[in-house]
């Protein structure tokens, strides 16, 4: 018999191993549409059920009634909310590219490898027994079927786990995806989970109409069965129901096939009804089961086994062995994702640490870390295999190892503060979850885990506590004594563990990265798209034009995305994320958020994939460089205000030399229309007057004449003056006595006036330096002052006096006359253009002292009004030598 | 390229009707926890609770629990491009 | 008795050429040559029409039109106003302060004779 049951489960295991082997070709050959099935996926959840549901559920309903139901009614729970956290966990799981569970964790609070190990400890702690129990669960159902003891139960156990190491070996490290999809080990278990399913429904309606006959018996057999009453205890049976909806998204094995192995959002959608259907047909069967064992088999038998002892007693040989492989898939599988899990937890948060530090100086091949990784992952299975048998071996898989289900179960929940913490607020941090999970932890292991191992603590521990210190028993903690000790454990080290993960939270600050982490986290749905909903190229791009928007600012993101539609040559508003322009986009937004942040979030948005560990410390980088970055701003803000400054002032100079402008035009007009309308007026009267006197004729003649010249004049004066304002000039430089040119110039005034009355004193050093410059704009400049003296001076005997000295590598010539000067007022514009002193009327137009200053600009020297003497008193000041600006 | 812009009208009555469907999602686990806590408050009395009743009741309540959530998940499934923050903005705009 | 014209001016050649023309007309021609007193001037000598410069030393021809026209006694004085700055916002600013008429330098004399008939209506 035992030889036929060894030959079953080897040719299970084979074609186990076999479709494994077919799923990952059919995987590689890219034909795995269908292994990524909704179905396939649900079918992946049942590792849920483990070996020890299989078989223990019934032996705990023959124990404590419908109380084993409640750890199938939280997971569905779970599963029938999982808009709430299920969504969101699996969006967060292939956004962030996680891994595991305690690869969450990790992320969230800002890639904390402490974190990543005290998680995987925890896992490792919690998940160990656990194995252990499906190992006892298989030698268990052997000695089902043998009673004599020609296999021992270390031998069996041995050899089982041995199987369960080289198939998770094989499927579960043979390659090294990036999301950790194993498309064989998944298939595998998917298998599995349609056999142990089948299995328990096929005893299950064999015994309800095979044995007892029928639906209506069955209830009246309960009603007359030891647990007929209903009688739980209220605070478990809701403890329970929380416990296995936490542990069921905690098992690290539960959160590598509801989260990493996801391959499709949409396919939690048929989960979410058909796992709870799945769950409810396997204990739909469980208390009938038990009822049919405590009626038909003899007192004393042991009810865990009730599953396969019941057809083995009935003679239904087949049956049990069905059922016996339906427990086998039950353990295996469980075995199988848990040591997977846990290996990958292994080497991604202690192993490649490690090796990454001891490896630190020394040069790294490619695909070395690669090999590293799947060394660690076998090396983890293989321990964490060993893990379980040994403590298996030493606990003597007794009656102890059966209650270990719900301590493992409440050793793995203590994440869940930390994890529901994580993706649902922004403020949980670091600190705030390590200390919550230590806490929850270490009150796990003080009140549950070593009372559960049975001789740890002395009575009189329990009884009064360490040292007599009565509320601090392990389970009457803070003198709670009337809770069951499992429903004692849980209460004080989820809210404790809660508690202090919210205080730890609120008082310490987190790091950039962890805020950064927990902004993507929590706020995951913003910025990751469904992956079905978001087909296509135009999608692909209406979720960077979103991000765009976001970061540059809606008008201007626009701008961008239509000026590439152009180019493209295309039309709508939608361009193709073509490689060019998504490295056009990636500078756009790096000048708004930083180089890294942008590579991260175009990759986010492009590739599906998530910032990785070097993205995020480039942001941590651009975070140490806000400081410098701001200096800077500020720097360019004072730039700008002093350019605003520039601008406002040039501004203002322009509005002043537009009125100047016009100021100008309208003197211009004025000067030329007052001589016009003489000539005009008079001109008429001539031509008019017939009884003008000889005299009268002549004399407006005259006047027309002079007129006529001021007219010449004033033109020459502004094309003058035109000329030197625009730099047009032509400089004709030569060099002569300074001497010589005074007199010239005193010539050419008296030559126009020979009656001239004034008196001209000259003071000319004879050792003065000659000039090198225009000699004949100086001396226009000469002659104009000489003129003004003699048409301002008003002096009885009017006296000019001109004097030069050498002043460096400039002559000064000062002209001062002994009239009564020009008044203070007048003085700042004597040099502008149509400026007038007094009420004098000379006929001059009032350029003259402007081309003077314009002449003397252009000779590169400098004609200033001299105060502090008595008449008016000008100095021009001109390099000796001329020298071209 | 497909168009992007779909006609406004059509779209927000089913984007209603899907976001009520979440609505229904988000009640029933707390429906759930309500209605299998309550055999914990039969037979105040002092007679006893049957268990085969109470079984029968907790299947029971499973079973609806999982036909209004396969009925409510079935909606979703077609609206669910409309769900998420960012695919709704868009249709906003 | 003939009518008095005050011409106030400031360039001699247009004062003769103007005391001719309007001499030669009929008219009996005061002259005055800038602004500062040329308010007093006009009330002492009460002309007809007063022919007014713009451009004047002292005052301009628009304060003194301003003036004039604020006093009651000159308020419905004909005014003739005569300027080289021929620019159209001159022309509003003189309309607006009152002028009886405006012209702009150079003119002929035939249009100044026609203005000031006009303007004391003969």
């Known amino acids: ?46 590792i849920y059920c483990t070996g020890w549901t299989f078989y223990g559920a019934v032996g705990y309903a023959a124990r404590s009634g419908l109380e084993f139901v409640t750890i199938y009614l939280g997971p569905s729970l779970v599963m029938l909310g999982w808009w709430w956290i299920l969504r969101k966990l699996v969006r967060i799981g292939r956004a962030q590219r996680i891994t595991s569970i305690a690869d969450l964790i990790s992320s969230r609070f800002g890639k904390s490898n402490g974190l990543g190990v005290l998680v995987t400890i925890l896992a490792i702690v919690g998940t160990t027994p656990y194995i252990a129990l499906q190992l006892q669960s298989v030698t268990l159902s052997l000695g089902a079927f043998e009673n004599s003891d020609t296999l021992s139960d270390n031998t069996a156990a041995l050899w089982v786990g041995a199987g369960l190491a080289l198939f998770s070996i094989v499927f579960g490290t043979r390659n090294l995806d990036v999301n950790e999809r194993h498309h064989g080990v998944v298939m595998a278990i998917a298998v599995e989970a349609v056999v142990k399913l089948c299995a328990l429904v096929a005893v299950g309606v064999f015994v309800v109409w095979g044995v007892l006959g029928g639906i209506g018996p069955v209830l009246s057999e309960i009603d007359a069965s030891k647990v007929a009453t209903w009688d739980v205890n209220g605070n478990r049976w809701i403890a329970l129901t929380f416990l296995s909806g936490a542990a069921f998204l905690c098992l690290p094995r539960m959160f590598q096939v509801l989260v990493v192995e996801n391959a499709d959002e949409g396919h939690l959608h048929t989960a979410s009804w058909a796992f709870p259907t799945y769950l409810m047909l396997m204990s739909l069967f469980v208390i009938p089961i038990a009822v049919a064992g405590l009626k038909i088999l003899p007192i004393g038998s042991n009810p865990d086994l009730f599953v396969l002892s019941l057809p083995l007693s009935l003679e239904q040989d087949a049956l049990a062995m069905f059922a016996f492989i ?62 379980g048998y040994i403590y298996y071996w030493i606990s003597g898989g007794g009656a102890a190892l059966a209650a270990i289900g719900l301590v493992s179960f409440a050793g793995v929940t203590q994440v869940l503060p930390a994890m529901l913490g994580g993706i649902f607020w922004r403020g949980a941090n670091r600190i705030g979850a390590t200390a919550g999970l230590l806490v929850g932890f270490s009150i796990w292991l003080y009140t549950l885990f070593l009372p559960s191992l049975g001789n740890v603590y002395s009575a009189a521990f329990l009884a009064e506590g360490p040292w007599g210190i009565w509320w601090l028993r392990p389970q009457a903690l803070f003198g709670v004594t009337e809770l069951d000790p499992l429903v004692h454990a849980l209460f004080w080290s989820m809210s404790l563990n809660a508690l202090t993960f919210l205080v730890g939270s609120l008082i310490s600050f987190p790091t950039p990265i962890e805020r950064l982490q927990g902004a993507q986290i929590v706020n995951v749905y913003d910025h990751s798209p469904t992956q079905r909903g978001w087909s296509g190229r135009a999608a692909q791009s209406e979720d960077l034009m979103i991000m765009a928007q976001r970061i540059l600012g809606v008008k201007q993101a626009r701008a961008l995305f239509q000026a590439e539609v152009q180019n493209q040559g295309g039309q709508g508003y939608l361009p193709d994320p073509t490689p060019e322009f998504l490295r056009t986009l990636e500078r756009e937004l790096a000048g708004s958020v930083g180089a890294a942040t942008a590579h991260a979030m175009i990759g986010q948005t492009v590739g599906g994939t998530s910032v990785s560990v070097q993205d995020l410390m480039a942001v941590a980088d651009e975070a140490a460089q806000i400081m410098e970055y701001s200096n800077r701003l500020e720097e360019q803000s004072r730039e700008l205000t002093r350019t605003a400054q520039e601008l406002q002032s040039a501004n203002e100079k322009l509005t002043q030399i537009s009125i100047q402008k016009d100021a100008f035009l309208s003197q211009v007009s004025h000067e030329l229309r007052t001589p016009m309308t003489s000539i005009l007026s008079f001109a008429q009267i001539l031509r008019d007057g017939a009884s003008l006197k000889g005299q009268e004729q002549s004399r407006y003649a005259s006047i027309i004449h002079d007129e006529s010249v001021r007219l010449t004049r004033l033109l020459d004066d502004l094309l003058d003056l035109s000329v030197l304002e625009n730099g047009q000039v032509n400089l004709n430089i030569a060099t002569g006595r300074v001497q010589d040119l005074i007199d010239r110039s005193i010539a050419t005034v008296i030559a126009g006036d020979a009656a001239m009355q004034m008196q001209i004193d000259c003071k000319i050093p ?64 004597i040099f502008e253009k149509f400026a007038r002193v007094g009420e004098q009327k000379t006929g001059g137009a009032g350029l003259g002292l402007a081309i003077c200053k314009e002449i003397i600009a252009r000779l590169g020297g400098e004609i200033t009004y001299l105060s502090g003497h008595r008449g008016a008193a000008f100095r021009v000041q001109v390099p000796v030598n001329f020298h071209a600006a | 390229m497909k168009p992007v812009t779909e006609p406004k009208l059509f779209v927000e009555p089913r984007n209603y009707r899907a976001r009520r469907m979440v609505d229904g999602l988000r009640v029933l686990p707390m429906a759930g926890v309500f209605l299998i806590a309550m055999p914990l408050f039969w037979g105040g009395s002092g007679d006893s609770v049957k268990s085969s009743a109470v079984m029968l009741f907790l299947f029971g309540v499973w079973i609806v629990l999982i036909l209004l959530n396969f009925l409510m998940t079935r909606r979703i499934g077609k609206e669910r491009d409309w769900l998420d923050p960012i695919n709704s903005e868009t249709s906003v705009d | 008795m003939a009518k008095t014209v005050l011409l106030i001016e400031d360039e001699v050649n247009i004062i003769e050429a103007l005391s001719f023309i309007l001499s030669r007309d009929g008219w009996d021609v005061v002259t005055h040559s800038n602004g500062h007193d040329a308010n007093e001037v006009i009330t002492r000598r009460e002309p007809d029409l007063v022919v007014l410069d713009v451009m004047l030393p002292g005052k ?23 300027t080289a700055r021929g620019q159209s916002k001159d022309r509003d600013m003189a309309e607006q302060l009152g002028v009886s008429k405006f012209m702009t330098k150079p003119f002929s004399n035939t249009e100044v004779l026609d203005a000031v008939n006009e303007l004391l209506s003969r």
């Not at chain 1, 060894?6 to 084979?14: E, F, K, M, S, T």
């Not at chain 1, 330096?769 to 226009?780: N, V, Y």
């Not at chain 1, 003004?788 to 400039?810: E, F, M, T, V």
């Open chain 1, 1 to 46: 018999m035992l030889n036929v049951l060894i030959g079953v489960c080897l040719a299970y295991v084979i074609s186990l191993f076999a479709v494994a082997f077919w799923a990952e070709r059919a995987s590689m050959r890219g034909r795995a549409n269908w292994l990524r099935s909704p179905m396939i996926y649900t079918l992946s959840l049942s």
């Open chain 1, 326 to 387: 339906g427990g086998f898939s039950s353990a295996t599988s469980m075995v199988i994702v848990a040591s997977l899990a846990l290996a990958t937890m292994v080497s991604n948060h202690i192993v490649m640490p490690i090796w990454i530090k001891w490896s630190e100086h020394r040069v790294r091949e490619f695909g070395d870390v690669r090999r590293i990784i799947l060394i660690s992952r076998r090396f983890a299975i293989l321990f964490i295999i060993l893990l």
């Open chain 1, 766 to 829: 004879v050792d003065l330096h000659s000039l090198t410059t225009d000699l004949d704009r100086l001396g226009q400049v000469f002659i104009n002052l000489i003129s003004n003296a003699k048409k301002y001076c008003d002096a009885a005997s009017p006296k000019l006096q001109i004097s030069a000295h050498q002043s460096g590598s400039d002559v000064i010539i000062d002209f001062v006359d002994n009239g009564i000067g020009i008044p203070a007022q007048d003085r700042d514009f």
């Open chain 3, 60 to 82: 301009s021809g628009f304060d003194i039109l301003r003036d004039l026209r604020r006093d009651p006694r000159h308020q419905n004085r004909p005014v003739l106003m005569l």
